[in-house]
């Protein structure tokens, strides 16, 4: 039995006419003819009387009758609740991010829920490489990343850039001036993540240490933001650098944050699937957009 053999027996039970019935699916009388004396055959049958006078239902097709009401109601019910699931899938944007977005990604996701109040974000912390390929196999929509300019099978749409500060021993000389030069930090180690594990903040960093004429000196590696920032408070003195948004966040304790006089930033890009469902990434892009100017900036400078 197939449900266009139902449908075509519903609309000539509810007409009682085989050439009404084909008007109203929109097919040609021989096609429904056809398609219920197979189903007739198939019952073991006859479910309509047929004179040239008038169709009627015999008392097999009576009894038939609910029960084919009762197919097409499942079928609408199941066509619908897949419709629904279509719907909360595209009301869910899957989101990566970088560690450490800080005040930044609270901005956007307040931005994004004006935007769009239905949608429901979920977040995944990943590393870059993990993040950027859960985009390219569709698990992710969307991938928040740093410093990189390209990356294969993605569109990297450049959203903002992330001022750094350095943190700093309270204590300590240079932290009692609205900002800091880089050139004046020569003689104090500078505690930043493994090269391998960072190489666009660490370069972006080192290159401008050496932009401003010294050879920064690297101390203990960055480990975690309450680690680092403990050594830096309470041990000889060091400092290192934070996206300043995560700074906003960060308790400060016995070391302060302080811009750089020659004012740091790394690019951070959105990246995208090729032709990715404008509809699903139009909320997310205007909330991105609409927080690109804000003064206050965007996150972690461990990683």
Do not use: K
Not at 20 to 47: C, F, N, T, Y
Not at 74 to 79: L, P
């Amino acid at each position: 039995m197939e449900l266009r053999q139902v449908r075509y027996f519903l609309a000539v039970a509810e007409e009682l006419h085989f050439g009404r019935a084909a008007e109203r699916l929109r097919i040609v009388q021989p096609a429904v003819s056809q398609q219920v004396r197979r189903l007739e055959r198939e019952l073991g049958v006859a479910l309509f009387d047929r004179s040239t006078r008038r169709v009627a239902l015999t008392a097999a097709g009576s009894a038939f009758l609910p029960h084919a009401r009762a197919v097409l109601a499942a079928e609408r019910a199941a066509v619908e609740a897949m419709a629904e699931q279509r719907d909360d899938r595209a009301r869910v944007l899957r989101l990566g991010t970088n560690i450490g977005l800080g005040a930044r990604l609270e901005r956007l996701l307040a931005a994004l829920a004006e935007r769009a109040p239905r949608l429901t974000v979920e977040l995944c912390s990943a590393p870059a490489s993990v993040r950027l390929q859960q985009v390219r196999d569709g698990e992710l929509d969307a991938a928040f990343v740093r410093g990189l300019e390209r990356s294969p099978g993605l569109d990297l749409l450049a959203v903002w850039p992330d001022p750094l500060v350095a943190a700093l021993p309270a204590g300590h000389p240079l932290a009692a001036g609205g900002s800091v030069e880089l050139a004046r930090l020569a003689a104090l180690p500078l505690r930043i993540a493994a090269r391998e594990a960072n190489p666009h903040l660490v370069d972006l960093v080192t290159g401008a240490c050496r932009a401003a004429g010294v050879e920064p000196v690297l101390g203990p590696e960055f480990t975690t933001d309450q680690d680092t920032l403990a050594a830096i408070g309470t041990g000889r003195p060091s400092w290192t650098v934070f996206y300043a948004s995560q700074a906003a966040v960060l308790p400060a304790g016995r070391t302060v944050f302080r811009p750089f006089a020659e004012p740091l930033a790394l690019q951070t890009y959105l990246a995208v699937r090729p032709g990715a469902p404008a509809r699903r990434l139009a909320p997310l892009l205007e909330a991105c957009r609409s927080i690109a100017q804000d003064a206050g900036p965007a996150a972690a400078g461990g990683l």
